[in-house]
């Protein structure tokens, strides 16, 4: 432990820089989030409600909504406004008005919204090219009316900004096509308005370009209609002997409605609109990998549910006896290592069983409370502290049965344990057996979550994986072998902190066959807190890592483990971790901005999915439901915990960080919290 | 394995984590100038409409707070007085063919009588609308004409 202690500064840098890393990553994908849905959200539509204008009243063409009461400018009445509208996407059309306009000499003004200046700067280019002005509509083109104010706001200075970028100017003059005459404007639309005239915006409302008369505003939308309304209407105003114009003009503004604006501000909205793309970037990756995810995901539910049916239905018989070696590696493990002796040697094993406890330099005395015990059968090695790969070892060498059982020290058989263990030897392409770890402190919800986790790992992905001959690791907790292959494979390796894995695949690779006896029960003790629990996961997920790049070549082998076990692992406990945070980041984003009922309807399903298989996995392991009322917490807390874990070992290992064995702490008091 | 003990790969790491980061951290810090409406940073100043030269003078018959007072709730739910937004609104009836009928004249909307009636108080159709700043018409120093 004061080892341990005295190396916590040091690690605790080398971990505070992914996470703020990681902190950074997430607020940058809340910011693409918010930005994206501000630039492209169009809106649902709203009904419209009376005019507030009085229809005898005069209005239009601008409104100065900037005082209260607000203040008309009247139209030059020898002239009429021509007022080009972006209803959509205006390409098509804007070229053949713009032609309209260049041959009958006339001045106009357009009204675009953001999106369109951003997308098609031409239209921009074309409305400015002959003296035309620009005005705006907002970004998106929906109704400005339905938005809060603060939206609203943000509606018109995007806009502005695309505008500032793509056209060098910015703007003093708005219209709301969806209240483009005054007929429409109702008190919704009056209150944006009235909220874009406190910023300076003049309001332009007009009237159908077959109505307009003198001192009017003629509206023509643009669309595959807007050139045939325009040369209509240009007739019409030279019979009457009306000048086109643009609204300012009209209106009587002094100069005109556009201002040129600094390279500051140019460089601002170019900024806007690139981040504006790089936030549709990252929305378009995470709408593409939604669905190829969500399917993987159900198909490897799908597929291990069938699987664990039919694994539970074809047990792996065996009949084989003889005597057994069981070796118990134990570093510190005094406060367990009494109670997993006495299960061992109260195995139902007539046969002859042997326990090695190897003392791997233990400092709490654990070889002096072994010999103390004086149990006939029980031997115990004692060494300097080498590492739990070289306590196997130093057993292994001295076992002289066929078959050696492997145990953690702190974990307990039940007396049919080992028979069930061995059992599958009889079968001579065996070479080594799982058996079925289960968590014997679950009272807490810690132990709870664990619990749960281990029941449907056991019972789910490693029926599944067993089927295809790929399962990657027999736990430390409990597994068989035979010795002979333990020699084949030159013992335990010590390359990985995931010695178990590394060991696994190497028999695998040999072409032995690795069963999994789902009733051989080991009782193990989960790691009590949150701390032990994340070091004995970061432990697991990069030392599996360091046996997958070790074993890479199994790959290419045509064995179950190199077609299934590592593609498996490599997919749902490297990739899919990576992207958790994600996963969470949007679902939470999409929860508080709306669209609340459909991402509560996807998390409802997902979690009754899951429900489900841990159902069907508590049956199969005979376990009481009980337990399950604390799966839908784990969503909150614990899957978060499994993610980061494994981000930190990628981390690590893509870093070459250099980590130590974290022993987990061991609480005295255990036989207290025993369920 | 994977241990780098020149720690080579953890300075290109560190590297691309800084820079990685770094980018992050101006994107999220542009995106929220942008929220908050910094000046010059995210909003610009508009240029405004500068002196109207031809004013038609104050239109009186509009609250400052229309929303809560101008339209009544059921008002805006009858069938009959609404109608749902499609489009660029009103402004937007199907096109006329060259030649229209309407009629086009510049003396139609000139008459000095009509932009006088611009601050008529009671002229909309919201009769629940208080009169805000309005009275007679005669009262209105911006009364144009």
Redesign the interface.
Known sequence: MSSRASHLPPRRRQIA??W??LV??L??L???L??HQ?LTDGGA???????????????GP???L?????????????G?GIAL?D?GDPTAAAEDVADVLAARDVDASWFLSGRTIAAHPAVVALARERGGEVGITGYTGR?LAELPDWRL??EL??T??AL?AKGNV???LLM??????A??V???A??AA?TAGH????LVV???P???????VA?I?LDR?AS??L??LL???R????QPMPVSQL?????T???P?GG??QA??R??LA?GR?ADLVVLVIETLFWPVTVLLSIRALLSLVAALWHARHPTRGHWVGPVTVIVPAYNEAAAIEDTILSLVESDWPWGLEVIVVDDGSTDGTGDLVRSLGIPGVWLIQQPNAGKPAALNAAIAAARTDVVVMVDGDTMFEPDTVARLVAPFSDPRVGACSGNAKVWNRRALLGRWQHIEYVMGFNLDRRLLAVCRAIPTIPGAIGAFRLQVLREVGGVSD??LAEDTDLTMAITRRGWRVTYQEDALAWTEAPFTAGDLWRQRYRWS?GT??AM??HRGAVLERRGIGLVGMPYAWLFQVTLPLFGPVADVVALYTLLTGGSVAVLAAWLLFTAVHTGLAVVAFRLDRERLGPLWALPLQQVFYRQLMYLVAIQSV?????????RWHKLRRLEAQSALAT | MFVDDTGKRRRIARLIGTSTGGLALAYVSFVGATFAGVPGLGRLDVPGLGQLTNPAGDQADVGEHPVEQAVPAAVADQPGASTTTTGPGGAAGPPSGPGSSTSMSTTSTTAPATTTVHGNSNATPNSTVPDKGGGPPTSHPGGGG
């Open positions: 820089t992914p703020v890393l950074l990553l607020a940058g809340t910011a693409s918010a930005l501000l539509g709203r009904r419209v409600g009376p005019s507030v204008f009085d229809a005898k009243a005069p209005t601008l409104a100065d900037s005082r209260s009461p607000l203040r008309w400018a009247r139209g030059d009445a020898h009429v509208v209803v109704d706001r943000l200075s995007t502005q900004a500032a910015t703007t003093s709301l096509p969806q209240a483009a005459s007929s429409r109702d008190a919704a009056f209150r009235r910023q300076g915006y003049g007009g009237v159908d077959e109505d307009a008369v003198g001192g009017q509206v939308p209609h045939d309304r040369a209509a007739d019409r105003a019979g009457a002997t009306l209106a009587g503004m002094t100069g409605a556009n201002s604006v500051w501000a601002n909205g900024a806007l981040a790089a390359d990985t990069y890592l360091q790049w070790k981390l690590s290992a893509l870093t070459g960080t250099r980590l």
